[in-house]
């Protein structure tokens, strides 16, 4: 079964090992990640002056809403401040910087009430990150900008920890995926008609109970292995939901193929272009790529997803 740490001791070795073991580690608030989800409340309150963000969605049509989200998101994405303070975090929370890769943080909006359940603020089905190319060692790191309940947040459904899913993860390739499948998010409002590609999804009825739900206040951060299977919950608590985002993988696991089991994975394509090492921002070494994808396209630029205002793959 499942652990859940709070605020460890440990280190990063024993914290990856135990990640990998399916134990989800949570740690309070402190300067580094409020740090960094308060940058994010600045640029979404200055983004939705006067309105509360959180209650924008009472009085705003939702093409409005849509409006204001597209461009915010990649405004924090891209911030020279936001990688700053990504790496301020990873560093105080005990990360070798010279052997872990990192990926842009995301920053997410999920409406209440099925107000907006389309493109920006796509809602997923239960869903291993891992199906969406990334590799079996990735790690998720979430933290939240506002208040939120168990009526906004996200579920593991820790069964399928070792339990396989049927699932359409061998129809994703992630370069295909970042050509077409996520430019158009930004245009829709109501229905999501994005027909190919399609994100992976299980394909056989789930006992999603058991679950579990981690509540934390802003700034607050619940780290996780990719390989959980997880779900967003249809938030019913009146009020939008904002959070952050982020993906790391460490050398050590990358090159050993290792991490999280990988019982269900039959995606192709890899997302480690995109990953940096948080020292220098030096890319995956060629040769570590090509374990994941023995023959990866010429076209690397194109392959790179530049998150303009598109739903990143694999959310929660
Ligand atoms: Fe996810």
New binding site residues.
Partial sequence: MSTIYFDTHLGDEERRRRLYSGDVFVYSPRPSTKALTEFARSLIEDAFAPLDPVHAQDSLPVERFVEIVGPLKPRFIHHPRTQELLLELLRDLGCDMEKTYFDVPRMRVATSGGYLTAGVAYV?HP???IWYSSPPCQL?WWLPVYPFESESS?AFHQKYWDAPVKNSSHEYNHYEWNRTGRANASKEVKADTRKQPKPPKPLEPLELEPEFRVVVPPGGLILFS?AHL?STVPNTSGRSRFSIDFRTAHLDELKALGGAPSIDRECTGTTLFELRRASDLAPVPEEVIRLYDPNPPEDREGLVYKPAAAVPA???
């Fill in positions: 997923l869903h291993r990150d998720n996200f990719g997880h694999g959310g929660m």
